[in-house]
């Protein structure tokens, strides 16, 4: 599956003040039902397509906001202060990983999730795939790390 992937994603806002790229295939995608990414999605759920930091390149002005997450890091999500598209979030500690929004790449298939974190929280009109592995919460550091290995 990852083979198919393309080596370099790109994606932007809906007014399209902000646009991005990733030299990078993606090193893991995922759908989380966390409620943070309910909230700022617009639907059920938030689809995070994992690239390095290295590979992730922006232009045009986005504004974040952080909050912290179950396991105390912060996460900052960044969006058009615009149109409010969300684009990609980050630690706000910093960090070697960005977690673009599937939903801002320009080729949304270009990506394959291969997993589903807090599917427990998921609502009942957004219903977990039952073909990819799901975790109730967030899955462990180990698990994650098995997830980013897996090619
Ligand atoms: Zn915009
Ligand atoms: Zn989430």
């Not at 986005?62 to 396991?71: F, L, T």
């Not at 960044?78 to 149109?83: E, G």
Request: include cysteine.
């Amino acid at each position: 599956m990852a083979g198919d992937q393309q080596v370099s994603l790109a994606g932007g806002c809906l007014c399209g003040a902000v646009r991005y790229e990733a030299a990078s295939k993606p090193l893991v995608a995922a759908h989380c039902y966390c409620i943070d990414c309910r909230k700022s999605s617009g639907t059920g759920h938030c689809t995070h397509v994992v690239v390095p930091a290295a590979a992730f390149s922006l232009s045009g002005e986005v504004r974040h906001y952080d909050h912290p997450a179950d396991s105390g890091n912060v996460v900052r999500r960044h969006f058009c202060p615009t149109c409010g598209s969300a684009l990609y979030s980050t630690n706000a500690a910093g960090g070697e990983l960005v977690f673009l929004r599937a939903s801002s790449l320009d080729d949304p298939d270009a990506v394959t999730p291969g997993a589903s974190v807090y599917a427990s929280r998921a609502p009942k009109w957004d219903p977990v795939d039952p073909d990819l592995p799901s975790f109730p919460k967030m899955p462990s550091q180990e698990q994650r790390q098995a997830m980013l290995q897996r090619k």
